[in-house]
């Protein structure tokens, strides 16, 4: 039996950004293992020194893409850079390669955002909110075009806990086009914009959910006709089985909790552990991704045919009713695995206590992080050493400080479009684009998340003999672990006699 979806992309030109991100890069591959896209164009710009086109040639040193280049080793010259850049005005897209787009893109996939949760709200504005405005635009322009993805959040509506596949446009304090207006009024006079964020924000933790929400409010009042659908996906983590499993290159959100604590320098953080870890693997993101554009096609079609005007579908994208993991399951996998994957470079014993209450933490932070780091500072100014665990435990607490709302609250999810669209696959599109959440086996995936992230993220070698050094240093730590806690204990032990026998 042929694949549908496999066919709908043969021969097909794509026009992607976000290329350089997680979600990004994933999808690239897939569509270039899995399928026979014609051509992918990409938004990309200079960095770091680097022209557009030696930032797509370093993608051959990438372990992503070590499968596909083994099996068709010039895949890679599909991939054509547009430069350009979401914070310039018009994408940066010069009027040549605007041209280009317009007459052959048949697909756009618009994944290109800044996730930094603390910036600056004129700077998260103008990737996340206006640069989507400005791909509706240009999407407009296209003659060819069949399907629109954009790619949002799930904490896209974050001030309410439970979020159905629909628009909140009423918990904004104003529209997306006046906040747009707004901004480019006040033009290079960013100082006075970002402080009205706190206005502006209302409810909104941070820039990043906010700037998203206003970015769908657009997709539902300028699409227009478009076939244009949103992709909302929960938090992304490793990968499942695609292209290797347990494939990840941030250090981003949950995942962020399981590196500090695997290396055993994160002890302390606030969590809320009967709250539901809402984390999907990268590689079924991708698959829904593709599988939207499908199916956003052919509704399109028919919606054409039979003169029928919706707004712009919601997929969301987080673990089922069904299967749902909490935080306790999600830290306990270090618990379980410390002595399975252990880090060659582990700085003390894997353990973590939690507490909701935020001034609880900051106090613990002081026992379990700030003073050992200074001891150890002074340890290495003593050798000669620059002392940095310090400067490490106050990075690790701004970031945790960014990120605190959505460690102590909760959110579910409601996923009916997404499982309806899983249900109209064939059982060949099922197999060959997987990305069914009631399906995964928590206990296996965290097998291999934790693996990829010893490998990928740490830098580890997967050898035996490494994993043997991991636990022999393992079980030197414990000890010295069990040492300090039995240390503490009779020094407790010996205040509070003296106590005693001050006031007694």
């Known amino acids: 039996m042929e694949s549908e979806i496999t066919k709908f992309f043969e021969d097909k030109t794509i026009f992607l950004t976000g290329a350089s991100g997680f979600l990004g890069g994933a999808t690239i591959e897939k569509l270039l293992r899995a399928t026979e896209v014609k051509r992918i164009y990409v938004l990309i710009r200079p960095k770091r020194g680097k022209d557009t086109q030696e930032r797509i040639a370093g993608w051959k040193t990438n372990p992503l893409f070590e499968v596909l280049l083994k099996a068709k080793p010039n895949i890679l010259e599909r991939v054509v850079a547009i430069e350009g850049d979401c914070k310039e005005p018009d994408l940066g897209i010069s009027p040549t390669d605007r041209d280009l787009l317009t007459q052959q893109v048949e697909l756009v996939l618009h994944g290109a955002a800044t996730v930094n949760f603390t910036e600056p709200l004129h700077v998260a504005l103008d990737i996340n909110t206006r640069a989507t405005h400005q791909m509706l635009q240009l999407a407009k322009?296209?003659?060819?075009?069949?399907?629109?993805?954009?790619?949002?959040?799930?904490?896209?509506?974050?001030?309410?806990?439970?979020?159905?596949?629909?628009?909140?446009?009423?918990?904004?304090?104003?529209?997306?086009?006046?906040?747009?207006?707004?901004?480019?009024?006040?033009?290079?006079?960013?100082?006075?914009?970002?402080?009205?964020?706190?206005?502006?924000?209302?409810?909104?933790?941070?820039?990043?959910?906010?700037?998203?929400?206003?970015?769908?409010?657009?997709?539902?009042?300028?699409?227009?006709?478009?076939?244009?659908?949103?992709?909302?996906?929960?938090?992304?983590?490793?990968?499942?089985?695609?292209?290797?499993?347990?494939?990840?290159?941030?250090?981003?959100?949950?995942?962020?909790?399981?590196?500090?604590?695997?290396?055993?320098?994160?002890?302390?953080?606030?969590?809320?552990?009967?709250?539901?870890?809402?984390?999907?693997?990268?590689?079924?993101?991708?698959?829904?991704?593709?599988?939207?554009?499908w199916r956003t096609a052919i509704e399109a079609a028919q919606r054409k045919e039979q003169v029928i005007e919706s707004p712009p579908v919601i997929y969301n994208y987080a673990p089922s009713a069904e299967n749902v993991i909490n935080n306790r399951e999600f830290i306990g996998a270090v618990k379980r695995k410390r002595h399975v994957f252990p880090m060659t470079k582990v700085m003390w014993y894997p353990f973590l206590h939690t507490t909701t209450i935020p001034w609880l933490f900051k106090l613990a932070t002081i026992f379990y992080h700030l003073l050992p780091a200074y001891i150890i500072d002074l340890y290495l100014r003593l050798r000669g050493q620059?002392?940095?665990?310090?400067?490490?435990?106050?990075?690790?607490?701004?970031?945790?400080?960014?990120?605190?709302?959505?460690?102590?609250?909760?959110?579910?999810?409601?996923?009916?479009?997404?499982?309806?669209?899983?249900?109209?696959?064939?059982?060949?599109?099922?197999?060959?684009?997987?990305?069914?959440?009631?399906?995964?086996?928590?206990?296996?995936?965290?097998?291999?998340?934790?693996?990829?992230?010893?490998?990928?993220?740490?830098?580890?070698?997967?050898?035996?003999?490494?994993?043997?050094?991991?636990?022999?240093?393992?079980?030197?730590?414990?000890?010295?672990?069990?040492?300090?806690?039995?240390?503490?204990?009779?020094?407790?032990?010996?205040?509070?006699?003296?106590?005693?026998?001050?006031?007694?």
């Open 141 to 293: 322009q296209m003659h060819r075009l069949v399907a629109f993805v954009h790619v949002s959040t799930a904490f896209s509506n974050c001030v309410i806990h439970h979020n159905t596949e629909r628009y909140y446009p009423e918990h904004l304090s104003c529209s997306a086009e006046k906040v747009l207006a707004l901004r480019q009024m006040l033009g290079k006079d960013t100082d006075l914009f970002d402080k009205m964020a706190p206005v502006l924000l209302d409810r909104f933790p941070n820039t990043y959910t906010y700037t998203k929400a206003l970015a769908e409010q657009l997709v539902q009042t300028e699409a227009g006709d478009l076939p244009v659908c949103i992709f909302r996906p929960a938090s992304i983590v490793a990968s499942n089985k695609e292209p290797v499993s347990g494939w990840i290159d941030n250090i981003y959100g949950p995942i962020a909790i399981l590196y500090g604590v695997s290396y055993g320098i994160l002890r302390v953080a606030p969590l809320n552990l009967n709250g539901e870890s809402n984390i999907v693997p990268v590689d079924g993101c991708a698959n829904l991704v593709l599988s939207c554009a």
């Open 386 to 504: 620059k002392p940095r665990m310090v400067a490490i435990y106050e990075k690790i607490h701004r970031n945790i400080d960014a990120v605190q709302h959505f460690m102590i609250n909760n959110w579910s999810f409601e996923t009916h479009n997404t499982d309806r669209l899983w249900k109209s696959m064939s059982a060949v599109d099922q197999q060959l684009f997987e990305f069914d959440m009631k399906s995964l086996d928590w206990n296996s995936y965290f097998d291999r998340a934790l693996f990829g992230m010893r490998i990928y993220l740490c830098k580890e070698e997967p050898t035996k003999e490494s994993i043997e050094l991991g636990r022999k240093k393992m079980k030197r730590f414990l000890i010295l672990h069990r040492l300090l806690q039995f240390s503490l204990l009779c020094v407790a032990i010996a205040i509070v006699r003296w106590l005693l026998r001050l006031f007694l």
